[in-house]
């Protein structure tokens, strides 16, 4: 007994010495912090996640920081440039030599691939290489989230999905042309087109069909992802073979994964890290902008594709079938200020449309409808609440679904009162944001009056809000992104001749659509429109914020 | 002994089958889709079906824990994420060595805490040092881990910078990009994590030791090996310490078993790519294969240490047989 206790004293001494001289010990060689002045090439641009990305592979990731990183990492046939909006949401050819050539009934794209684009490998970029990226996105071994970008349509991808196809007919490469067939008409093919999933990849990515994907594949875009070790970190440095137009002025981006949002902060205020990328504790932005300042040099906002809102049950039985008066009413009614604000300082601007700022078609001037519904509500827009649903509000019971966490029970609090005024006695059902989204979906769970609910673009077009969230005539029994399950068969048919439509028509038609849609038949309360609050380091340098993919890696310097 | 053994590993058996079955019952009870959910947001019906199909969800329940069974015994494997699909096995071999690097230093540190300060409130008690001793126990026992690890995290991390403020480095092998690497960064990365883990357990185990120390000194034997004059040192070591330290060791078997399952809130706060966070990951994401890995393993532990303990005991503690 007497040795095993002084063999346990032993190691304890020797635990609490090791403790005490690790703690004293030099601290780790950090990149070590530049002083604030003017911008430098090369360096590394440290970013922190606290959470994991999805995958690292390009025809697997289908999560905003990925897509967000992988901006100055892939070449596409069509991108946004480097610039900020409205100039960084005008889609462009990149790879392209220059804008398609489209057959007269609007079903057959053939592009020209511009020469001199390489993949860090050394590879050269072929409108093989975008064939590939669409075999692959389609290949029903890796059972893409993504591939609905082409799935519905590209002619023969469908096929390729089913298992019935080894690559997409559809899509044809010979020498440095590409051609697309497509099932219909499909203007948003080019907005399609500059998604991440549809960038060139390169001969030995296309091959592989494992459906864990790969977590470092070759790119052609300014830079590439070296390595990649899940749950911990991300490796980007600059393409050596990179001869295009954009930016690439720092050598490499390191992004470290799983720190609480409390940490993230503490490391950009000191200067180890250089940006939050998904964002730090929502508590700590008002004093952030006020030790900062606003779009000055650290702290930045910006909005995004985004928009939140109630979704008014529009089926058989629920309060808003072939109801728009009630619709209106609580349009009318809804405190759009005291919602936001549940969202924390700065984080997102009241609305009153359905197409968010940024989306083509929506100007500054036109972000929020003028004559539409009140961003702010006062005793006035209260009586014109009441009139409308005076009548209209059938047994004055609703039901009203909400995530149980964040500010969705707060949120629907302020819903709750708003709609006591009118004389609706809503009930609140809180769940965990999962099970609310995949319930919504399924018509015969959807039980609710009012939905909380918001949607992001997955690209800049608006085919991708007004169809693919209202389109009466796509409504199924499961996965509808129509959780407001509006059918309006004018308005549908409407939706469906706007999606024909090209450039400025395009643009001109959605925006009457919207503006029409709410004014006499409101499938929503559009809410507000969230803001990225943006916080980066003394260090960062060159900040750009594309309003598509937002930060620009690729145009980020050192200071 | 051996009969012993057997008997116990046939009650693991029955606990591994009672926790798994439990878990996935409870998996299964919340009503949120996980097909759904791996499809993405802009799936149609016909890929949520395909997804669906993909992850192996559209067996009913039985038939799913039935192959989990299967691929466990048969070929040792826990299944991928739904979420990217990656080897459960994989996940948790990573995460396991970095919930190993804070239970194992946080044990040695509660333990280089608690004993002497259990010893000598025993054997000076009401004494300054005792009440000193028991108000540090109030306080550790008293006090959330997750206020103490903000605290220090801030105070002494971000604040004064003495160490870093959260993070995990790599004894070996540091991943490409790794900014630190090798035992004297993991250890430093280490240090706030191991004092937060202990704080608790080493309240909690000084005064267990000083109670069990106390009792022993008011035993017979220990009044007649004083009798016959053995000096005080020999007494404390030879025959107090060496029945206190029983419960001791039961204690501290159980607490690790269950600690290696995952620590969540030291993890979480401080960054450590563990168990715990995988299973908190898991939860969120709705991810049943990586939270059954963690379950499995975290199962397994107990079942292990326990044995451990067990078989432990008899050499301790010679009147102890296994029948």
Redesign the interface.
Known sequence: MDKRLWFSAATAAVGAGLMVATAVAAPTKASAPLKAGKATAGGTIVTELSTDVDYTDPQLTYYQPMWELEYATACKLMNYPDAEAPQGGQIQPEVAAGLPVISKDGKTYTFTIKPGYKFNTGEAVTALSFKRAIDRLTDPKLASSTSFLVSDIVVGAQARLDGKASSVSGVVASGNKLTFKLTHPAPDLLARLSTPPLQAIDSKLATNEDPQGVNNAASCGPYYISARTPNRSITIKRNPNYKGPRPHKIDAIQVNVGNTPEVIFQNVTKGTTDYAEDGVDPSEYAGIAQKYGINKKQFFTRPELEVDYLALNHLPGRLFANNPSLAKAVNYAVDRHAYTAQRGFLAGNRTNRILPPGMAGVTKKTEILKGGYPIAVDNSTLSKAKSLATGHTADGKGLMWAPNRGPGPLQAQIVQYDLKQLGIDLQIKLLPRAQQFTDARVKANADYDINWSAWGADYNDPFDFINILLDGSSIADTANNNDAYYSNAAFTNQMHKAALLFGEQRDAAYDQLDKAMMSQDPPWTPILNRLNRLFVSSHFGCFLYNPVFEVDFAAACRT | MFQYIIRRLLWAVVIFAAVTVITYIIFFV????PA??????????E??A??RH?LHLDRSIPVQYFYFVKNLIVHGSLG?SY?????VDT?VG?AAPVTASLVF?GA??W??IA?PIGILSALKPRSLADRMTMVFVLIGISLPVVWIG?IL??AI??KL?????????DVINP??????GGV??W??H??LP?IVFAILFAAIYARMVRSNVMDTLGEDYVRTARAKGAPERIVL??HV??NAMLPVVTMLGMDIAVALGGAIFTE??????GLG??AV?GLD??DLPEVMGVVVFATLCVIIFGLLVDILYGFIDPRIRFE
């Open positions: 919340i009503p949120a889709d759904a959910l791996a499809a993405g947001k802009s799936a149609t019906p890929f949520v395909q997804v993909f991928t979420v990217n699909r990656r080897s996940i990573e230093g040695i540190l333990l280089a004993v903000l995290q801030w991390g971000f910078g003495w160490l870093p403020n959260a993070g995990y480095c991943p490409v990009g790794a900014t630190c004297v960064d250890a430093r280490m240090v191991w070591i030879k310490l060496r979480s706060i401080f960054g450590l790519p966070r995988t990951q994401n709705f």
